[in-house]
Each structure stands twice: as structure tokens, then as C-alpha cells.
């Protein structure tokens, strides 16, 4: 491996770049569009990464209670720990390679509004008027963080963690200083443990990292299961001493050991600027190496799959009632609502993403140049306008072919169809049946899309007619002779 690592230059990796993909996972999908208490698709929650207590009933819908990664490292022999002496004169060993595991979740925070009656007692509501202003009745979420003490890559740990409960109240008064309510936030105690292994395979280091809940309790609903639950829990490593292999694109003399690397609900990633080695994430979301947040994205939205510029625009249309319900469902469901509203024009211009090349050359960090500011090439149209198929006279769709096993296919060949690339039920049906080929085409990375009908299809005529085609990839399909379709007439059952 050639990338530079920040374990060798003294630098680590900066924690707060990690932390704000980790930030993106840890809320993605805490709340929805329209944000809104009311919304029905915000009733029934949470989002990935939770685990759930080991003694949930099983009408209680609790998760799993544990998840395991396992990573590959690359360490020098003295840095695991070799206790050799070394000869006289000659330069003083490597320090033993170290690990800092931190274990970051959201804990549930129920919010409960009670008002204030005239004997001075208190009794839930699902809604509160202070004012004019709703305050209503919530499940929050806080967010905690557990850090491990630096230790030795390969020393095993095993340590229970209790994150405690608690319970504060939050006094609601009226403009006239009377007071008509308050807020009871409460905090389930929470039991978790965190458990590290490490084996030497050759000059690799399999370095295991497995969190359960350990929550003693019963949760006989759901409600009670998700309180007593970590919520999207995920793992930030560091090695000093040491460097993490890619899984995803692993050298060749470490393909072996990552193939045999196993993940359960959680899957670690290089994380860090391109080209550091030294930081994993281990998240409930599969991401590529080194993941970053677009620098177009001006905040969270809680779902980070590059749709910024519709939901702000979605979001921009509520109306006033619906923006307060907002507010006042969740202080973070606010804070979206007020950045939106306050975007410019050129904010929003923002929104709309740059180019990116996906078939630049790959670095071995797993990332190509960056083209992010680069123009697309040029495509002289010669005057027509771009979606017209005559601007490209190099494209023939009727008459192009393809090259399959030696025989070059194109419209009015005949095919056997294989699926192989989707899970597609509607492909599977297609499997071994003999198609005829309607076009061949070429879209813009590259790639080529065959277009056929179904030989003993009643509706063939139709689908030429008006269009309808479906499309498998050359490597899907078997070339056969002419005469295969009246062959295929033939001995097709009645």
C-alpha cells in the first residue's frame, strides 16, 4: 500500500471530520418529512443501528441486541507486541501499535407535557397552548458517547458500561409569569457491553469489535423495548502504530484475510480524507471508503441520500400551521425549519450538485480525481436540440450491434435469456426464454442496454407499437440461430 498514513506522519485523523459522517448515519432517518408529530410515517420509529434488549417479549417488535465488525491492520512485528530483545547497537524497536474504540448511539428521551391544574397537581396531555405557542408531548433523543482507554491492538477487552437514567422537569410559565405546566424528560438506564479480540494472520491483524446491550429488564411493548434500546449505534476506530486495509478494495496479498472478515449489522469503512489509514467507521449503513457529506449540503435533513434540493424546496411550500406543528415537535425538526427559510437564492443554487466522474481512475484509497468543478465534454448537437437521437449521428439504435460470444447481435436477432444482474422478479421470469432483439443501445457511462420482446409474447406486436421493450445486459444473453423462434413456436405447450 503507498497511501500516506497519518499513524506514520504524527498527525491522527481529525475526529470531527469522522464525526460529522458519523453524525449523517447517527440521525439518518430520526425524523421525516414534514417533520410533524402528526405525520404518520413519524409514529412509528426509530431508524438502523438499534439494539434492542436481550429480554423483549416478542409482541414487543425489539431488535437485536448486539452487532460485531471485524477489520484487517497492518502493523509492523514489533508494534504487536514482540517482547524480543534487541541486539546491541542496533535502533530501538517500534512502539506497540494502539486502538481507540468509541461507541457512539442516540438514548431515547421520552418528553411529556403535563398541565397544571388548579389544586397545583399535574396530568399528561398530548399538547400544551403556552401563549399561542403548542408545546407537545415527544420521544427525543440524546446522544451519547462511550470511549474506550487507548490500549494495545492485540490486548482483548471485555468492560461493562451503565449509562444511567434520570428524570428533569422543565417549568412552563405564561406571559403573566403564572405557571401552567411543565416537561417531565425521562431516561431509561441503559446496560451495554463492548468486547475486543485480535489474531495475528501472517503480517495482518484481524482486530474484532462486538457491542451488546445487556439491558436486564423486561420490555413487554415496543414502546418499552425502544427506550431501553441503543439507537444508531456505530463505531469509531483509531490505530496509532498501525494502518486499516480497505475491505472494500483490498491489496492483493490481503484479498484472502478480508474475504474471511465477518460483519454482523455493522460494516466498517476507511474513514478520514483520502488516503488515511489510520480510522474505521463501523456503521448500520454499508458506505464506500472515505464517505463524505457533499460540501453543497448546507445541514442535516436526516436523510443524507443526496436529495437536499427537494426536500428544501418541499419544505419551503408548508404553511405557517404546519411549520409551527414542526417546531414543536422536535428542536432539531426547528432548526431545519428556520435554515430553510432562510436560504437565499443563491443558497438554493447551491443545492444542485457538480459533476463526478465515475469512471475516473481509482487511487488505492478507492477515490479517482477529483471532478468535482469540471465541465462536461463537449457535444456539438449541430443545431439540433440535445434529446433529439439525429443529434448523435454515431448512434443507431435500429442498426447497431453487439458482439456475444463471436456472434454479433442486433434488431431482429434472436436471444436465450439468462438474468444474472437483478433480483428483478419480473427478469426472472425472462429466464430461458427466446427473445427477439429490438435495439441495441448505448447509454452515457459507457454502457450497453439490449432491448427485446418475447418471441411467444401476444403482445409483441403491441410492444414494438408503442415502445415497451425490456432491457438485459449482453452478458445476459445466448445467441441463437435464425430459425430458434419456430422451434420455440413448436415446442411451447398450447
Known amino acids: 500500500m ?4 497519518a499513524s506514520e506522519t504524527g498527525a491522527p485523523t481529525d475526529l470531527a471530520q ?4 458519523a453524525d449523517a448515519v447517527l440521525y439518518e432517518g430520526y425524523l421525516l418529512y414534514p417533520y410533524r408529530a402528526s405525520s404518520h410515517k413519524n409514529q412509528s420509529r426509530w431508524q438502523f443501528g438499534v439494539l434492542g434488549p436481550p429480554g423483549a417479549a416478542p409482541g414487543s417488535f425489539g431488535e437485536e441486541p448486539g452487532m460485531a465488525m471485524q477489520c484487517l491492520l497492518t502493523a509492523p512485528g514489533a508494534a504487536l507486541g514482540a517482547t524480543s ?3 546491541p547497537g542496533a535502533a530501538p524497536e517500534a512502539a506497540p501499535a494502539t486502538v481507540a474504540v468509541r461507541l457512539r448511539f442516540l438514548r431515547l428521551q421520552v418528553r411529556e407535557v403535563q398541565r397544571r391544574d388548579g389544586d397545583g397537581s399535574h396530568h399528561p396531555v398530548a399538547e400544551l397552548s403556552v401563549d399561542g405557542t403548542s408545546v407537545l408531548s415527544w420521544d427525543e433523543a440524546v446522544e451519547h458517547e462511550i470511549a474506550l482507554p487507548v490500549r494495545p491492538l492485540t490486548r482483548p477487552t471485555d468492560e461493562l458500561h451503565t449509562v444511567v437514567g434520570g428524570e428533569d422537569i422543565e417549568t412552563l410559565t405564561d406571559a403573566r409569569g403564572e405557571r401552567v405546566g411543565r416537561i417531565v424528560r425521562r431516561r431509561e438506564e441503559l446496560t451495554l457491553r463492548i468486547r475486543t479480540t485480535a489474531e495475528v494472520d501472517g503480517g495482518l491483524v484481524r482486530l474484532s469489535v462486538a457491542v451488546d446491550n445487556e439491558h436486564p429488564g423486561t420490555a413487554a411493548d415496543k414502546h418499552a423495548a425502544i427506550r431501553a434500546s441503543l439507537i444508531g449505534a456505530h463505531l469509531i476506530v483509531q490505530a496509532r502504530g498501525a494502518r486499516f486495509v480497505s475491505l472494500l478494495d483490498p491489496p492483493a496479498e490481503a484479498a484472502s484475510a478480508a474475504a474471511g472478515c465477518r460483519q454482523r449489522r455493522c460494516w466498517p469503512v476507511l474513514a478520514g480524507p ?19 457529506v457533499a460540501e453543497q449540503s448546507p445541514g442535516a435533513l436526516f436523510d443524507s441520500t443526496e436529495i437536499d434540493e427537494i426536500l428544501t424546496l418541499r419544505i419551503m411550500t408548508m404553511t405557517e400551521q404546519e411549520k ?3 417546531r414543536a415537535t422536535d428542536l432539531r425538526a426547528g432548526e431545519i425549519i428556520d435554515r430553510c427559510d432562510a436560504m437565499s437564492a443563491a443558497d438554493l443554487r447551491q443545492l444542485h450538485g457538480l459533476l463526478r466522474d465515475p469512471h475516473a481512475p481509482r487511487t488505492v484509497s478507492g477515490h479517482g480525481p477529483d471532478v468535482r468543478d469540471a465541465e462536461p465534454a463537449d457535444f456539438d ?7 433529439d437521437p439525429a443529434a448523435d449521428a454515431a448512434v443507431h439504435p435500429a442498426g447497431d450491434t453487439v458482439v456475444i460470444d463471436g456472434v454479433a447481435v442486433g434488431k431482429g436477432s434472436l436471444v436465450r435469456v439468462h438474468p444474472s444482474r437483478r433480483a428483478d422478479a419480473q427478469d426472472i421470469f425472462f429466464a430461458g426464454r427466446t427473445a ?5 443501445l448505448s447509454d452515457v457511462d459507457g454502457g450497453t ?14 410492444h414494438d407499437w408503442y415502445g415497451r421493450y425490456f432491457y438485459f445486459a449482453p452478458d445476459e444473453l445466448e445467441p441463437l440461430p435464425a430459425d430458434s423462434a419456430t422451434h420455440h413456436r413448436e415446442e411451447s405447450p398450447s
Open 18 to 21: 469522522v464525526r460529522t459522517i
Open 2 to 5: 503507498t497511501a500516506v498514513d
Open 381 to 387: 448537437t449541430g443545431g439540433l436540440p440535445w434529446w
Open 85 to 87: 530483545e534487541a541486539a
Open 449 to 462: 442496454h439490449v432491448a427485446l420482446v418475447l418471441v411467444d409474447d401476444p403482445a409483441a406486436d403491441l
Open 274 to 292: 483520502a488516503g488515511a489509514t489510520d480510522t474505521v467507521l463501523g456503521a448500520p449503513i454499508i458506505l464506500y471508503d472515505h464517505p463524505e
Open 436 to 440: 427477439r432483439v429490438t435495439a441495441v
Open 324 to 326: 409551527a406543528e414542526a
